[in-house]
Structure formats: C-alpha cells, structure tokens
C-alpha cells in the first residue's frame, strides 16, 4: 500500500497538487505552513495541522511528502525544504496529473511535479524538485536540472538545456538547442533565441539580459 503524505506548503500551488492527489485516491495525512494561523484551516478538505516541524512526529518510512511550494522568481525556500527533508531522511514523491501526455523513456528524478495539460516528450530528463507546470510543453531530448520550474503555458523546443535553480516564467517560449545557466529567471512571455548564462535575468522579445 502507498504510504500516507504530508503536503509542504499551503498556498495556492499546494492547492493544485491536493487536487491531484484527491483525484489519485491518495492518503493526506495533512498540510504544513510555517504561518501557524493557518493551523486548522482546510484546504479541498484536508487540514492544516501546523508547521514543517510536525514532520518529524513521523519515522521517514512511515510517511512520503510532497513540496507544496511554488515559486515567482529564484525556488531558494522550495530548494531548501526538498533538500533539508530528504538529509534527514524523507521521500518526496512525484506528482503527475491523469490528463499529462509523458513519452514512455522519459526520465524523472525525485520529487517531480507535471502539472495539467502538460506535455514532455521522448528523450527528455526532468531533475529532481522540478515543476513543469499546467499546460507547459518540453519538447524531444531536452535536459532540466534540479529545482527548476517550468511556469505554465511555456514551450521548450528540442534539446533545451536548463541548469538547477532555473525559473522560467509564464508563456515564455525558447527555441532549438538553447542553453539556460543555472539560478536564471527568464521573465513571463519572453522568447528566448540565444543561450543564457547563469545568475542572470533575461525578458523580451528576444529575450535580453536585464540589470
């Protein structure tokens, strides 16, 4: 029998991901959020039974957690969550909803949530606390690293290279063969037809670095 989850986090994209997991017949034990006066509300039913520390009431191998942290710009507090659990032990589950279009030799590391609509292609590698998120598309043999998220409505063409930390923002477009560098942020609707180095942030059409 599946083991019983813990969502992290208790906002909106927490929200979609309870939704998903309903629809899979999943056991929620329960939500977390570091604001306590959220402690007892519901969420789609399921309640908020404190913050991240009431994990540890629970032995690694009794329960799987689940990231309920989005991310706008850099996913530093989601990247901190996902590693500081799984030190101390934990596992994090993949996420995917019942209407994605995945090919069969695409390769998920842990953690990974495919948000509705979405579409991942042959050949592709999605890193471990990744999000490609609803209605995003990711085209033939493209390689995403860790904590990375994929903000819905973009399109990643084939054999995209995106580095750890990535955040690509809602309706951006990037072509054939591009490299993102790691802790980049390509802003919403941006269309992006050269290689980005990491550590910075690129917007427009096309898309040029900004200060």
């Given at each position: 029998m599946p083991l019983p989850i813990v969502v992290l986090g208790a906002g909106g994209h927490s929200k979609v991901l309870i939704d998903t997991l309903i629809a899979q017949k999943a056991k929620i034990l329960?939500?977390?959020?570091y604001q306590l006066a959220k402690k007892g509300k519901l969420i789609l039913g399921i309640e908020v039974i404190g913050d991240d520390l009431m994990i540890l009431n629970y032995?690694?191998?009794?329960i799987r957690l689940v990231n309920g942290l989005g991310s706008v710009g850099?996913?530093?507090?989601?990247?901190?969550?996902f590693c500081k659990f799984t030190?101390?032990?934990y596992k994090f589950v993949n996420v995917i909803h019942p209407s994605v279009v995945i090919a069969l030799d695409v390769h998920f590391g842990e953690g990974v949530q495919i948000m509705?609509?979405?579409v991942v292609q042959t050949?592709?590698?999605?890193?471990?606390?990744?999000?490609?998120?609803?209605?995003?598309?990711?085209?033939?043999?493209?390689?995403?690293?860790?904590?990375?998220?994929?903000?819905?409505?973009?399109?990643?063409?084939?054999?995209v290279?995106?580095?750890?930390?990535?955040?690509?923002?809602?309706?951006a477009t990037?072509?054939?063969?591009?490299?993102?560098?790691?802790?980049?942020?390509?802003?919403?609707?941006?269309?992006?037809?050269?290689d980005v180095p990491s550590g910075v942030t690129v917007m427009g059409i096309p898309a040029r670095e900004v200060t």
């Open positions: 329960g939500v977390t959020d032995q690694p191998n009794k850099i996913p530093v507090k989601r990247k901190y969550l030190e101390l032990g509705a609509g979405a050949g592709c590698r999605i890193g471990k606390n990744s999000i490609i998120n609803t209605k995003a598309s990711v085209d033939h043999d493209c390689a995403i690293a860790a904590h990375v998220h994929i903000a819905p409505g973009v399109t990643l063409s084939g054999e290279e995106v580095g750890e930390g990535v955040h690509i923002g809602t309706g990037v072509i054939q063969g591009i490299r993102i560098g790691q802790n980049s942020i390509i802003a919403a609707g941006s269309v992006v037809t050269k």
